[in-house]
């Protein structure tokens, strides 16, 4: 009796996802070591000074576990009676940087707090995840409703526009991630195809000169008129629509594309997308972006320096790896930031194809058994807050690695659990745990 009172802590806890997380810190800690580690070097006393990257991600990783065994211990009712707090208590942060921010690698979106940096950006990940499930999980939510659809964007939407305010547009276009959550829960199909397609235009308007590009979109305004003329009574409203839809066209091409490679992207973040795609970049003279500098240890390197090297690294390790210790581009810091945005490079090196395998395979193990807890929920809430850390694992995973293999422009995201960072694993930790308390009360219809 006293048992069902007080139920322990253990009970109803997935323990798959906490081995999965245990793992993947523990090769994050193992490569964090690898790169910074220096020959000669006690090690047992360099884990304990608390001075090297590896002891403080160690320090980072021991506050993860607490903050993780307190999580267990709450209530799941917290969440959802807090959710909306949270998502407050972040925009603050987020406008706080503003006024209270230092420069620290190149990034203005950190806020120091004594020895330990404070990016709200990050935890604001976490505060999007709670407030989209609360609200898609009301009962006065009617997601059939163009106005919910709005109201749910506008929560993913305002903590993105502040993270581009901040020139911070590799951590923005995490929140967009959120849009597959909405997807899961009745979102029209309709507006993933507008987003592709927009997508599709603004690569198209990198690769294809802006006037051809123009003929090309009127010709297909004009074949669509022909076309639809057949098939439709309501000849007037064709002409309208496809009419609106080429002139939008045309002016994200003309006006839209140029201002934010100008005016919002880094001088050297749009270098980089554009030596990603091998064309010259024709906004080089135009960007506006203050403070667009690269991070001190990139300068006088041409853009796509890091990619080289990263990808130097990885074809280095060959099938099976140099061994731990034994890499030479990641020991010898041939690739800058190795120990954060790069660190996949370090796998690469040193333990070769099988290594990046065995890497993948636990994550995406782990992606899957999050989409099978998040289909086992009673609660809406529950269920949308699992497909939201699922799709926030997901763009960090699927962008890091692709970032590191010249697959995608390097945006600068942490690769989740792995990556040194304090904010970064403390925020994946607390996002996975609040999952797995919220699982462990599956049976409780939350809202």
Not at 126 to 138: G, M
Not at 228 to 241: A, K, P, V, Y
Not at 314 to 331: A, D, E, N
């Given at each position: ?6 139920p322990t802590i253990s009970k109803g806890v997935d323990s798959t996802l906490i081995w999965l997380y245990l793992l993947l810190v523990a090769i ?72 209270f921010h230092s420069n620290v690698r190149g990034t203005e979106s950190i806020i120091k707090l004594g020895g330990f940096n404070l990016q709200p950006?990050?935890?604001m990940k976490l505060f999007v995840c709670l407030a989209l499930a609360k609200y898609l999980s009301r009962v006065e939510t009617d997601f059939n ?303």
């Amino acid at each position: 009796m006293n048992n069902q009172r007080n139920p322990t802590i253990s009970k109803g806890v997935d323990s798959t996802l906490i081995w999965l997380y245990l793992l993947l810190v523990a090769i994050g800690l193992m490569s964090i070591f690898s790169v910074t580690y220096r020959e000669g070097d006690d090690v047992l006393r360099s884990f304990l000074n608390f001075k090297t990257e590896y002891s403080k991600q160690l320090i980072f990783f021991g506050a993860s576990l607490l903050l993780g065994l307190f999580i267990l211990l709450t209530d799941s009712k917290f969440f959802t009676a807090t959710a909306n707090i949270w998502y407050a208590f972040g925009v603050l942060l987020l406008l706080l940087v503003f006024p209270f921010h230092s420069n620290v690698r190149g990034t203005e979106s950190i806020i120091k707090l004594g020895g330990f940096n404070l990016q709200p950006a990050e935890l604001m990940k976490l505060f999007v995840c709670l407030a989209l499930a609360k609200y898609l999980s009301r009962v006065e939510t009617d997601f059939n409703k163009t106005s919910s659809h709005l109201m749910a964007a506008g929560i993913l939407l305002l903590p993105a526009l502040i993270t581009i305010a901040q020139h911070e547009t590799g951590l923005a276009l995490v929140f967009f991630a959120f849009f597959l959550v909405m997807f899961r829960e009745g979102l029209p199909a309709g507006y993933l195809v507008i987003g592709f397609s927009l997508a599709v235009l603004v690569v198209a308007t990198l690769l294809v000169d802006k006037n051809i590009l123009a003929v090309i979109i009127l010709i297909i305004a004009l074949l669509t008129i022909y076309f639809g003329w057949r098939f439709t009574r309501q000849r007037r409203e064709l002409i309208i629509i496809v009419s609106l839809v080429t002139v939008t066209c045309v002016g994200v091409q003309r006006f839209a594309v140029p201002f934010i490679f100008t005016h919002v992207l880094k001088g050297y973040q749009v270098e980089r997308i554009f030596s990603l795609i091998g064309r010259e970049n024709p906004y080089a003279k135009l960007n506006t972006v203050k403070g667009d500098d690269e991070p001190v240890d990139k300068k006088g390197k041409d853009t796509d320096y890091n990619v080289r090297q990263s990808k130097i690294a990885i074809g280095s390790g060959g099938f099976v790896g140099r061994g731990f210790l034994k890499g030479t581009q990641t020991r010898f810091e041939f690739v800058p930031e190795q120990r954060t945005d790069f660190i996949f490079c370090t796998i690469g090196e040193g333990f070769g194809f099988l290594g990046c395998l065995g890497v993948l395979g636990i994550y995406i193990f782990l992606l899957l058994r999050i989409v099978n807890i998040a289909e086992r929920q009673r609660s809406v809430f529950s269920r949308c807050y699992a497909y939201g850390v699922a799709s926030v694992f997901f763009f960090h995973i699927a962008i890091n690695i692709c970032m590191t293999i010249g697959l995608a422009p390097v945006i600068g995201i942490p690769l989740p659990f792995i990556s040194y960072g304090g904010t970064s694993l403390l925020s994946f930790t607390t996002m996975l745990f609040i999952l797995i308390r919220l699982d462990a009360d599956r049976q409780m219809v939350l809202r």
